[in-house]
């Protein structure tokens, strides 16, 4: 990953310094930079304009002010980074709120290691994609869409990436959905020929907006989204009538051979 793009510059927020010294220490390698600590949000915007991450760690809880305000401020004014909420709460409203407000994913307190690696890898993997995205020309862009698709994936990034591939292949995204009831509501009102389902969703999981999805819209083709390529989720997604699969994290080409896949069938 490191070899085509440099470090991502991470920008850590957390009155814990207990907690910014462990993630400093697990984040100083090949793949991350960190460029900034802040124990409040107070100087969070200008923080940000001058230290320019592409990833914000950024803690639920701060004296000042609560996270999900500080990650509308930051998607407001910087579209483009990626934040992941640091929180020791498991809550599930809270996770509906952070990801319809545009989180890219979840840090859960206390946290290990491999937590903070899974996820980190997964929003980093899809930052770099999409900065290279970002410099390409899209061959459709002065072209007619083929066809049309719903996405639905709880973390803000992997949406933007799943999106940016499929209009690089001349599929129109007519609708993006947060939680699975949302996705059904968008596939009913738009009708699109493909829709790509998240397993792990708040409110309504991919599975469970499938079975409604291919009972009221049987048109529509579905695909799950995966982290966890195990048989038991294959077997249960096929069974309820999944076309396809896509594994975490994305992978531009393969994502193209199997949405051209599904569309030709």
Do not use: W
């Not at 709120?97 to 993997?125: N, W």
């Amino acid at each position: 990953m490191t070899q085509f793009l440099n470090k991502l510059r991470i920008l850590i927020v957390d009155d814990s310094i207990s907690i910014r010294s462990v993630l400093r220490a697990l984040l100083h390698n090949d793949e991350y930079e960190v460029v900034g600590e802040l124990a409040s949000g107070a100087k969070l915007i200008p923080t940000i304009a001058n230290l320019k991450p592409h990833i914000i760690c950024l803690d639920y809880n701060l004296p000042d002010t609560d996270g999900l305000t500080l990650l509308n401020q930051i998607h407001a004014n910087f579209p483009q980074i990626a934040v992941v909420m640091i929180t020791g709460s498991n809550n599930p409203e809270l996770e509906h709120t952070a990801a319809e407000a545009g989180t890219a994913g979840f840090i859960y307190k206390p946290f290990s290691q491999a937590q903070i690696i899974d996820v980190l890898h997964k929003v980093a993997h899809a930052q770099r994609l999409l900065m290279i995205a970002a410099k390409k020309r899209n061959p459709f862009e002065d072209k007619p869409f083929h066809a049309t698709a719903v996405v639905a994936d709880d973390s803000q990034t992997l949406r933007r990436l799943l999106i940016a591939i499929l209009s690089h292949m001349g599929v129109q995204v007519v609708g993006e959905a947060h939680h699975g009831k949302q996705a059904v509501e968008l596939v009913s009102t738009h009708k699109p020929d493909i829709v790509c389902l998240d397993f792990e969703m708040p409110v309504m999981n991919g599975l469970e907006a499938m079975k409604i999805i291919r009972n009221q819209n049987p048109l529509t083709k579905t695909v799950m989204i995966t982290a966890l390529a195990s048989r038991d989720i294959f077997n249960r997604a096929t069974s309820t009538g999944a076309q396809g699969y896509i594994i975490k994290p994305f992978h531009p080409d393969k994502v193209t051979q199997n949405i051209s896949r599904i569309l030709a069938c």
